[in-house]
């Protein structure tokens, strides 16, 4: 039985510039070679709703996933804490017998520029514009020198884009528990980095009103 749904509504500053691929078959934007993904009917970017959860997902599997080996050389990381795995995913085959509901309990949202963050990138980078295209060079090792320049596209390091996290609490469900999971979640994504290229300063990410769930009356 579903007792409560908790929702989490936040807001989130680009540190840096974020880029998360969209279709490689539009280069209209300056001739970018790696383009962000877009909603087609205002051209505004925004986060997928699975790239967040996904991302989470990896930190939280980072910090207390459990190694197994597969095999004589294959190893691969997994969550054992049943508690933290339905957050994102229903249980396993064949757990509905055993009267665990195959839901997965966290339901993540598409992440949208904000109204007033739309208007001030496009004040700045023109009318309908909302990305911004950065050039990125390899660099020969031994020459020193920037070769092979790639033009990437990416959310501009200021921008604020709203969304929220859905959480459905069903009875047995240790609500504290998962709700502490994904707030450390989000915290250790504002640790880390958010799309591509992350380790070279991309995708850095903050919280500048907090975050908090509160319950929604049903």
Do not use: W
């Amino acid at each position: 039985m579903l007792n409560k749904i908790l929702k989490l509504e936040y807001v989130m500053k680009l540190e840096s510039g974020l880029h998360i691929g969209g279709s490689e078959d539009s280069f209209d934007i300056g001739g970018a070679d790696s383009t962000v993904i877009k909603n087609p009917l205002n051209n505004r970017p925004y986060i997928p709703g699975s790239s967040l959860k996904g991302k989470i997902r990896a930190l939280l599997t980072q910090k207390y996933g459990t190694l197994i080996q597969k095999g004589n050389e294959k190893y691969s990381l997994e969550i054992s804490d049943p508690t933290l795995k339905c957050i994102f995913t229903p249980l396993g085959d064949g757990s509905e017998k055993e009267g665990v509901l195959q839901i997965s309990r966290a339901i993540f949202r598409d992440a949208t520029l904000t109204e007033k963050s739309a208007r001030v990138v496009q004040d700045y980078l023109g009318e309908g514009i909302f990305t911004e295209i950065k050039a990125e060079n390899s660099i020969d090792p031994l020459k020193g020198k920037a070769s092979n320049p790639r033009f990437i596209e990416r959310i501009p390091a200021g921008a604020l884009l709203e969304g929220e996290v859905i959480l459905q609490v069903f009875e047995g469900d240790d609500e504290e528990k998962m709700k502490t999971y994904l707030l450390e979640g989000l915290n250790l994504l504002g640790m880390n980095y958010l799309g591509g290229s992350g380790t070279r300063g991309y995708g850095r990410i903050s919280y500048p009103d907090g975050l908090e769930f509160k319950e929604v009356i049903l």
